[in-house]
């Protein structure tokens, strides 16, 4: 049986079957479906080439996106990572710098306790050592000062003597010089009072002391002064006449030499008799009496009275007791202010070497703490960062990131 055309339904002749029309339809499409083929492929490869770019774009796109997430990410992680390494570097280097001020301080402290006990000995040792010559050295002042004054006191007679002889000086001369002394001495210590000396040639005592009680005067002390190398009993018959010359019981003897056995005060025939050095006070227990009787306005024959008493009282031995030993503890104590003043001078001298020893000794071992710390530093390492180094870094850190 016939075929038919697959084209156009029709039969096809007995001469030609199928293979033979499906090779004729094969030549005549060839050539069309190679064109075709070739249409389709530019096609198919201008669509491809379009797809591709797309994709390739999109994918770039895509890429770039998740490179800049990462690229932050990473940087974000990086940067937390640098802080977190930079904090810690820097509470490791306060921890380290708070050690070393603690052992520096130590041993500050361990070298200045040292410094101070074995300044503290030094400076024992020193006081004692020095108390010791100190008092060797008053010991032997006394027994100097003793043997000096025995000695003073014999050349000072022998030199008065000669200079008698070599000036050719009276004893009228001499006593003026004493008189005079006494006389400024007595103005000085009461200027509120009338002291008068009385001239040569005028009958009468050397020096009469007016005490005033307000306006008027109270009572009389009459001075007699006497520089003469030997003691005379005409003094106390002299002394005798004044208190009838002056109407008062108040005489007083101021003299160098004394009766014998006497010394520094003492009381003859109801005279007193005083040294010079002791007139002054004398004069102010004489003359506090006549001012409180003064004040007690008593009567001219009361008032007599009261100072015969006042006077007897002078003149007994009790009163003399107490003022010889009011003047020895005058006397000592000026010799103790002496004594102590000169110990103080000596003491101060020691203690301000001794000072400027613990001073000397105290740089010295600060200059040696600073040299063993500075040397241990250096061996250890660099210094710890401080606080705005630290921060410093971390900036560094991280533009360094930005540019890796």
């Given at each position: 049986?016939?075929?038919?055309?697959p084209v156009?339904?029709?039969?096809?002749?007995?001469?030609?079957n199928?293979n033979?029309?499906?090779?004729?339809?094969?030549?005549?499409?060839?050539?069309a479906?190679?064109?075709e083929?070739?249409k389709?492929k530019?096609e198919?490869?201008?669509?491809?080439?379009?797809?591709l770019?797309?994709?390739?774009?999109?994918?770039?796109?895509?890429?770039?996106?998740?490179?800049?997430?990462a690229?932050?990410?990473?940087?974000k992680?990086?940067?937390?990572k640098?802080?977190?390494?930079?904090?810690?570097?820097?509470?490791?280097?306060?921890?380290?710098?708070a050690?070393?001020?603690?052992e520096?301080?130590?041993?500050?402290?361990?070298?200045?306790?040292?410094?101070?006990?074995?300044?503290?000995?030094?400076?024992?040792?020193?006081?004692?050592?020095?108390?010791?010559?100190?008092a060797?050295?008053?010991?032997d002042?006394?027994?100097?000062?003793?043997?000096?004054?025995?000695?003073?006191a014999?050349?000072q007679?022998?030199?008065?003597?000669?200079?008698?002889?070599?000036?050719?000086?009276?004893?009228?001369?001499?006593?003026?010089?004493?008189?005079?002394?006494?006389?400024?001495?007595?103005?000085?210590?009461?200027?509120?009072?009338?002291?008068?000396?009385?001239g040569?040639?005028?009958?009468?005592?050397?020096?009469?002391?007016?005490?005033r009680?307000?306006?008027?005067?109270?009572?009389?002390?009459?001075y007699?002064?006497?520089?003469?190398?030997?003691?005379?009993?005409?003094?106390?018959?002299?002394?005798?006449?004044?208190?009838?010359?002056?109407?008062?019981?108040?005489v007083?003897?101021?003299?160098?030499?004394f009766?014998?056995?006497?010394?520094g005060?003492?009381?003859?025939k109801?005279?007193?008799?005083?040294?010079?050095?002791?007139?002054?006070?004398l004069?102010?227990?004489?003359?506090?009496?006549?001012?409180e009787?003064?004040?007690?306005?008593?009567?001219?024959?009361?008032?007599?009275?009261?100072?015969?008493?006042l006077?007897?009282?002078?003149?007994?031995?009790?009163?003399?007791?107490?003022?010889?030993?009011i003047a020895?503890c005058?006397?000592?104590?000026?010799?103790?202010?002496?004594?102590?003043?000169?110990?103080?001078?000596?003491?101060?001298q020691?203690?301000?070497k001794?000072?400027?020893?613990?001073?000397?000794?105290?740089?010295?071992?600060?200059?040696?703490?600073?040299?063993?710390?500075?040397?241990?530093?250096?061996?250890?390492?660099?210094?710890?960062?401080?606080?705005s180094?630290?921060?410093?870094?971390?900036?560094?850190?991280?533009?360094?990131?930005?540019?890796?």
């Amino acid at each position: 049986m016939p075929g038919r055309c697959p084209v156009c339904g029709q039969s096809l002749p007995d001469a030609i079957n199928q293979n033979e029309l499906q090779v004729r339809i094969q030549k005549l499409a060839t050539p069309a479906l190679a064109a075709e083929k070739r249409k389709l492929k530019e096609e198919f490869d201008n669509q491809l080439a379009t797809a591709l770019e797309a994709s390739r774009a999109s994918t770039e796109r895509r890429f770039e996106r998740e490179l800049r997430t990462a690229e932050a990410r990473a940087q974000k992680d990086a940067e937390l990572k640098l802080n977190k390494q930079l904090l810690d570097v820097e509470k490791r280097a306060k921890v380290a710098e708070a050690r070393a001020k603690r052992e520096v301080d130590q041993a500050r402290k361990d070298a200045e306790s040292c410094m101070k006990k074995e300044a503290a000995l030094i400076a024992r040792n020193l006081v004692r050592e020095n108390e010791h010559k100190i008092a060797k050295i008053q010991n032997d002042r006394e027994k100097e000062k003793v043997r000096y004054e025995a000695e003073s006191a014999r050349l000072q007679g022998k030199l008065e003597a000669l200079s008698r002889k070599l000036e050719r000086q009276s004893g009228e001369q001499l006593g003026a010089d004493a008189e005079f002394d006494l006389y400024s001495e007595l103005k000085r210590s009461f200027p509120e009072d009338r002291v008068e000396r009385i001239g040569k040639g005028v009958k009468g005592a050397d020096i009469v002391h007016e005490v005033r009680e307000g306006a008027r005067t109270a009572g009389r002390i009459i001075y007699e002064s006497k520089n003469t190398l030997s003691w005379q009993n005409d003094f106390i018959t002299q002394a005798k006449k004044y208190k009838t010359q002056y109407e008062t019981p108040h005489v007083i003897i101021v003299t160098r030499v004394f009766p014998s056995k006497s010394k520094g005060l003492c009381v003859v025939k109801e005279i007193p008799i005083v040294d010079k050095r002791m007139a002054v006070a004398l004069a102010c227990v004489i003359r506090e009496g006549i001012i409180e009787i003064a004040k007690l306005h008593v009567s001219g024959q009361s008032s007599d009275e009261k100072s015969q008493e006042l006077y007897r009282y002078i003149a007994s031995d009790k009163f003399t007791t107490r003022f010889k030993e009011i003047a020895d503890c005058v006397a000592s104590l000026r010799e103790q202010q002496h004594k102590e003043r000169i110990w103080h001078e000596n003491a101060w001298q020691i203690g301000s070497k001794t000072h400027e020893r613990m001073e000397g000794r105290h740089r010295e071992v600060e200059a040696q703490i600073r040299a063993i710390v500075r040397g241990n530093s250096r061996k250890e390492g660099p210094r710890p960062a401080t606080s705005s180094e630290n921060w410093q870094r971390p900036a560094n850190g991280i533009r360094q990131v930005q540019r890796g």
